[in-house]
């Protein structure tokens, strides 16, 4: 057994970032389903999930999937209007194709060459439109980093941090996701990435004496001249940044 370490509102930023990305989405869907696989040994993030995602997509349904059964058997007396428990894995055992799979703080258990079958395994699962949400944060959520795939593959990499805690942005690296956290070494996209970000926040320091905020919105702008950032103020504001998945895909 693995250990199934959560916390309330650990993924708070996950959850908003999904909020805003999906929510369109969920609305259209006929049956908006999200799944919280490896919830973890405490039913949390799926309770969590589910009240976020209603406030933008009031017919969303979470299901949370753990392969622990004595994990199910405890969230079991959570099940509510919308929110359910079942024993399961990378199968996804719901009978619908998910809008959503969300796996936070599960592959990081995995050796990192199973990811790109794990990743085309849930990817499979989905549905039109879908989004699987894979990544890694701190056991409070103050630094996250996950990717965003489709159907098609992987899209997508969001650093998300709580600004006021943030030395460096490579502070981050800690919490690169399996696909990527070995690969934070010298001739590496994900490595030249985060050492671009450090000189970008190093030349906005006359920033921070308007806050972390403007400091962090202003290396992301410099950051933009190099780096497909695909995200905007309104994002950065959050302390977020998303970038093009091949921009930092692993070489070879
Ligand atoms: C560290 S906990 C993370 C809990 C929660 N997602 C969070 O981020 O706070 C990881 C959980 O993933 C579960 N897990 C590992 N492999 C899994 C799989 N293939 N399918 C479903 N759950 C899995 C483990 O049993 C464990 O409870």
């Known amino acids: 057994m693995t250990r199934g370490t959560t916390n309330p509102n650990r993924l708070r930023r996950m959850d908003r970032w999904i909020a805003a990305t999906l929510g369109a ?52 007396p ?14 996804v055992p719901v009978p619908q194709r998910p809008m959503l799979i969300r796996a936070a703080n599960v592959l990081r258990q995995y050796d990192e060459t199973e990811v790109a079958a794990v990743w085309r395994r849930l990817c499979g699962r989905l549905a039109p439109g879908g989004l699987l949400v894979e990544g890694t944060c701190d056991e409070i959520g103050r630094r996250h980093v996950w990717v965003a795939l489709g159907p098609e593959g992987p899209r997508t990499v969001t650093l998300a941090t709580r600004l006021g805690s943030l030395e460096h942005p490579s502070d981050l690296a800690e919490r690169l996701p399996k696909a990527l956290i ?7 996209p994900v490595h030249a990435f985060l050492r671009d970000f450090d000189r970008a926040w190093a030349a906005a320091a006359p920033y921070a004496s308007y806050g972390a905020r403007q400091r962090w919105i202003r290396a992301v702008r410099d950051l933009r001249a190099d780096w497909p950032v695909t995200d905007g103020p309104a994002r950065w504001r959050q302390g977020e ?12």
Do not use: K, S
Not at 80 to 90: I, K, Q, S, V, Y
Not at 182 to 188: A, D, I, L, S
């Open 78 to 91: 959570y099940e509510r209007d919308g929110l359910a428990f079942r024993h399961g894995g990378f199968e």
């Open 241 to 252: 940044v998303t970038v093009a998945w091949e921009a930092l895909a692993p070489r070879g």
């Open 25 to 76: 989405a969920l609305r259209r869907a006929d049956d908006p389903v999200a799944v919280d696989l490896g919830y973890g040994a405490a039913p949390w993030t799926a309770v969590e999930l589910l009240a976020r995602l209603r406030t933008v997509a009031p017919a969303t349904r979470v299901v949370g999937i753990e392969i622990e059964p004595a994990r199910v058997t405890a969230a079991r």
């Open 182 to 188: 070995h690969r934070n070494v010298p001739g590496e």
